[in-house]
């Protein structure tokens, strides 16, 4: 089985197995192992799914469970006539920059159910940088970003979502909607450069 499938079964699938006639949304089709996974879903599940790729994927199902648009994911005003009103989860797994998600978590969120989730692919740096096996500039500057963002949204909503991470392969951010309200992000300040802090490391140098 590869990382990427298990990351799904054990991060996604699991979550939302016991949810009844689902709407899934997924951004991102690329070779289907997501959107197999989720077909499988919504045939135990009567669910239904609905896909989002800039390229043609047609032919990845034939299932009768599934509706493909062949749209970029930020083209809202035609993606939003083909799906339904209320979504119960919404899998992101396209253009992985931290303003593009950004926004896309901002669109999309209206459409959400409370209660439903939000899972956002490659959040973790660590596999590609410089001394690992997956090495990749592009990679590791993103999803570091990516990750440091999501942060920034949980820091202004932390009464309107749940947020949490798993490390498995390139990462998965797992955000849970509690309120219809989302606040624009919110810096998070930190005291590690602060006066105070410099002196704590200083009396650890010189007790060390």
Excluded at 11 to 17: A, D, N, T, Y
Excluded at 37 to 62: A, E, M, P, Q, T
Excluded at 154 to 178: E, M, P, R, V, Y
């Amino acid at each position: 089985m590869s990382n990427y499938k298990y990351k799904i079964e054990t991060e996604i699938i699991s979550k939302i197995k016991n949810l009844q006639k689902p709407n899934i949304l997924e951004l991102g089709v690329k070779t289907g192992i997501s959107t197999n996974l989720f077909l499988n879903l919504c045939k135990s599940n009567h669910g239904k799914l609905f896909s989002v790729d800039i390229d043609d994927c047609s032919k990845v199902s034939s299932n009768k469970n599934w509706t493909f648009i062949k749209s970029r994911d930020d083209n809202f005003s035609k993606i939003f006539k083909l799906i339904p009103r209320k979504i119960d989860v919404i899998y992101i797994d396209t253009i992985h920059e931290a303003d593009h998600v950004e926004n896309i978590l901002y669109k999309y969120f209206k459409r959400l159910k409370i209660g439903g989730y939000i899972f956002i692919d490659d959040i973790s740096h660590l596999p590609y940088q410089k001394n690992k096996p997956r090495n990749n500039f592009y990679c590791e500057i993103n999803n570091q970003e990516t990750f440091y963002r999501l942060l920034e949204i949980f820091n202004a909503n932390q009464k309107n979502i749940d947020l949490s991470f798993s490390f498995i392969s390139s990462g998965t951010a797992i955000i849970k909607k509690k309120k219809n309200i989302i606040n624009l992000k919110e810096k998070i300040l930190s005291r590690k450069y602060s006066l105070k802090n410099n002196l704590k490391k200083i009396r650890n140098l010189v007790s060390f």
